[in-house]
């Protein structure tokens, strides 16, 4: 590569989301120029252009502070160089409404142009921001490995702000209102630019007993006029500069740095807004009170608005600028996207307005989206909005990835992903991961998708030993459907399975109690009358023909990703995977075997073989699965929603 040539950079895995329209393309002023951390669709436009403004209000809400627009991606045939300016153009309007100026400095914008398969992207840029003049780019670069490249130099910063904001307005002129509570709304806006205002800086780290002591900045302290692009970052600046703190000093895992760098691993600091409304006086006087009677009959209106702001920064980032640039501006965005939900119901009920943040598959940064409380998550009216969430950002319909339930957990309790709690006890996660090889020469393994409980005999204190297998099956089942934020009910007991089995009128009362069997049927049963979640059931005459039912396994796997349950005689297992080389059919189940007994210690089930991979036939000829028993295999269905 030459010094003149143009390189972009390309993080996110999926580039093209849809088949036809334009994607706005996401970089960072802490990354090297042109380089593209995601892409989002717009969905506000039709056939003759988008929707800007409100695009650009989604966007000013979607998009943590730290992240921004650098370019577009239109995917249409025909004239490329064309189409690419046209791109830009979008880009850089988009651009203008989001930065609220009318004119921006000169900045390298992208264009791209792709066919409606994806197969063909080609990239301009063009340098100026007035230039109707694109180059074409050299190089594009796809890197290996984004998750490192954003969370290594990178931490996020979150501020929660809740605010009760009363005002007065005119009993007899209620469209006064209005104003009054636009008023109100600016007030707190350049409260937080005050001298006097302070913020308190802290880490949120969950990997140290060494956190360093919390740091007070005041508004006096920071500066809001310096633009972020002219700003030095620490180790580039002169010697007095970098005495002050950089982001670095709270972020604990640039010393060891995390196995998995994610949005949930990241270095993360908390930010607390505090106001002192009294002033130091010059000498000591009794405290006054003034009273300033209205003019006319009032009334009193009380606005509740809950503020959380996630930001992204590079931990060389010096933290006066962190809360100037980035924090501060992001919490007068909030609070401006609010009050613009509210207005249209300020003389009624008001919208519960609270912001979520979410690291959703596929996209490397997180993304906040406020949501309204009023409203339960299976109306209507909030699946709408996550379904134009899923279009927007290139999800699948068919799971809930934007759920609150599905929400990034921040705080400094410990978010341990191999164990939960049930009634007091812990629950082993996940138990697979990590265990030995299936032996499958050649094969290809087709795992279950996404997290579990672990449920086996004994649990709980309960003595189910001998007859309770399909019980725990089902409950790592349920487990699942929960996980996956399918569902919200708690994993049932084994008196609670046995009455909904006696609510649908598949058994006796007597039944509740007992100490009876169920199968794959009864499991089918419950999940429908628990979940709404139907299943397929495979029927097997002999253990003996289960490896012909691999590839149809295989593809349940990819498709469904749901842990099966396998029934056969008196026993009952979860099915996790199987290995299957479709060439030689040799194959291995993964089993997770709900017999077990002991304690709940990872490397004892998996040394004692309780979650492993099970041949048909072992290396001694023994026979894993019973040639002289019938099987029924349980295959859950994943729902398709959102």
Not at 23 to 42: A, D, E, H, K, N
Not at 539 to 554: D, H, I, M, T, Y
Request: with cysteine; aromatic share 8%.
């Amino acid at each position: 590569m030459n010094d003149d040539s143009i390189t972009i950079r390309i993080l996110c895995p999926k580039l093209v989301l849809a088949n036809s329209g334009l994607q706005w393309l996401i970089g960072s002023p802490f990354f090297p120029p042109l380089t593209v951390v995601s892409t989002v669709r717009c969905i506000h436009d039709n056939s003759a252009s988008a929707d800007y403004d409100k695009e650009s209000d989604d966007l000013r809400t979607l998009l943590l502070k730290g992240f921004y627009v650098i370019g577009a991606l239109i995917i249409k045939t025909a004239d490329t160089e064309k189409n690419a300016s046209e791109a830009i153009d979008a880009a850089r309007r988009l651009r203008r409404l989001l930065s609220g100026e009318a004119e921006l400095p000169d900045t390298v914008t992208i264009g791209a142009v792709a066919d409606s398969l994806g197969a063909d992207i080609k990239f301009f840029v063009s340098r100026l921001e007035n230039s109707t003049s694109i180059e074409t780019v050299d190089y594009v670069l796809y890197d290996d490995n984004p998750e490192k490249f954003v969370w290594e130099r990178g931490c996020l910063i979150r501020c929660e702000l809740p605010i009760k904001l009363p005002f007065y307005y005119p009993a007899n002129n209620p469209s006064d209102a209005e104003k009054r509570y636009s008023h109100a709304i600016e007030s707190v806006a350049t409260k937080l630019k005050e001298p006097q205002i302070a913020y308190v800086v802290e880490s949120l780290s969950q990997v140290s007993a060494e956190v360093p002591l919390p740091v007070l900045f005041r508004g006096k302290d920071l500066d809001f006029d310096t633009d972020l692009s002219n700003i030095k970052l620490v180790g580039e600046a002169d010697e007095d500069d970098t005495k002050v703190l950089s982001c670095a000093h709270f972020c604990l895992q640039n010393i060891s740095a995390p196995a998995i760098f994610s949005a949930e691993n990241a270095d993360k600091i908390q930010v607390s807004v505090l106001l002192n409304t009294s002033q130091k006086p010059t000498k000591s006087t009794a405290p006054i009170a003034e009273y300033y009677p209205a003019l006319e009959d009032a009334r009193l209106l009380v606005v509740d608005l809950k503020l959380d702001v996630l930001c992204y920064a590079t931990k060389r980032l010096r933290l006066i600028y962190a809360l100037s640039k980035l924090v501060v501006p992001g919490l007068v965005d909030q609070l401006n996207t609010m009050k613009k939900a509210i207005m249209p119901y300020l003389l009624i009920q008001h919208p519960q307005l609270r912001p979520f943040h979410f690291s959703p598959p596929g996209v490397l940064q997180p993304i906040t989206v406020i949501y309204e409380l009023s409203y339960g998550e299976t109306e209507m009216k909030q699946v709408d909005v996550r379904k134009s969430l899923h279009s927007r950002l290139g999800l699948p319909f068919d799971r809930p990835l934007l759920r609150i339930a599905n929400a990034l957990v921040l705080s400094t309790k410990d978010s341990s992903n191999s164990v939960s709690l049930r009634k007091g006890s812990v629950l082993l996660k996940d138990v697979h991961i990590g265990i030995p090889s299936s032996g499958v020469t050649g094969g290809s393994a087709s795992l279950v998708q996404g997290s579990y409980e672990y449920y086996h005999y004994l649990q709980d204190g309960f003595d189910d030993s001998g007859w309770g297998c399909a019980y725990r099956s089902l409950q790592t089942i349920i487990s699942w459907f929960r996980l996956q934020h399918y569902a919200s009910v708690d994993v049932p007991s084994h008196r609670e399975i046995q009455q909904a089995l006696v609510d649908i009128g598949d058994k006796d009362p007597s039944f509740v109690g007992s100490r009876e069997w169920i199968g794959a049927i009864e499991l089918s049963f419950v999940l429908d009358k628990l979940l709404g979640v139907s299943c397929k059931v495979l029927n097997v005459r002999s253990g003996a023909e289960l490896p012909e039912k691999c590839r149809e396994l295989a593809l349940h796997f990819e498709s469904q990703g749901t842990p099966i349950m396998i029934g056969g005689g008196v026993l009952a297992y979860t099915l996790l995977g199987v290995d299957y080389n479709e060439a030689s059919g040799d194959c291995a189940f993964l089993i997770l075997d709900p017999h077990y007994t002991g304690n709940d210690e990872h490397k004892k089930i998996v040394n004692g073989g309780w979650c492993g991979w099970k041949k048909a036939v072992d290396s001694k000829g023994k026979n894993f699965f019973l040639h002289d028993k019938f099987y029924n295999l349980l295959l859950p269905q994943r729902p398709s929603m959102v």
